[in-house]
């Protein structure tokens, strides 16, 4: 996913775990692998000839910090959201995409992420692999939008 998230313009890249995850992953786990990511994330930037670096979190931010990396426009992919659509989105504005678990969120982080103002967004219909929505939400911002994306 971090090369393709180099590909498709994001700049920035938070790593966070879910309570529904399948994968879980704690910050010593993260640290030992953050050196392979930063590596990918290098090479994925040469070889699409991109000028800006793409930063990845050293840490797995927990719940308090997620509100340090609030942009103009927080969208949080969900299949209970709204079809998805950038009408309301301030043109021209960086924009935060949180994808989830492929399970969904729990009630506790779907009113975290509501206190917030996230605007909830479905991708599809159908159950994405986090992966398929990861890649369809940037590239549908790249190609709709090009502007600074943060996953």
């Known amino acids: 996913m971090f090369q393709k998230a180099v590909e498709l313009n994001a700049n920035l890249i938070i790593p966070y775990c879910f309570q529904k995850s399948l994968t879980k992953i704690n910050n010593q786990n993260y640290l030992q692998k953050l050196k392979r990511y930063q590596k990918i994330v290098k090479e994925a930037g040469e070889q699409s000839q991109r000028n800006q670096k793409v930063r990845i979190v050293d840490h797995l ?8 990396y609030l942009l103009t426009n927080n969208f949080i992919c969900d299949l209970k959201g709204k079809p998805f659509s950038f009408q309301k989105r301030a043109k021209n504005k960086d924009t935060l995409i949180i994808i989830g678990p492929r399970q969904g ?25 986090t992966e398929t929505a990861f890649i369809s939400a940037l590239a549908i911002c790249n190609y709709l939008l090009n502007l600074k994306i943060t996953t």
């Open 61 to 68: 931010i927990n719940k308090s910090e997620i509100k340090d």
């Open 105 to 129: 969120f729990s009630n506790k982080e779907r009113l975290f992420f509501q206190s917030l103002n996230f605007q909830f967004v479905q991708l599809s219909k159908t159950v994405l692999r």
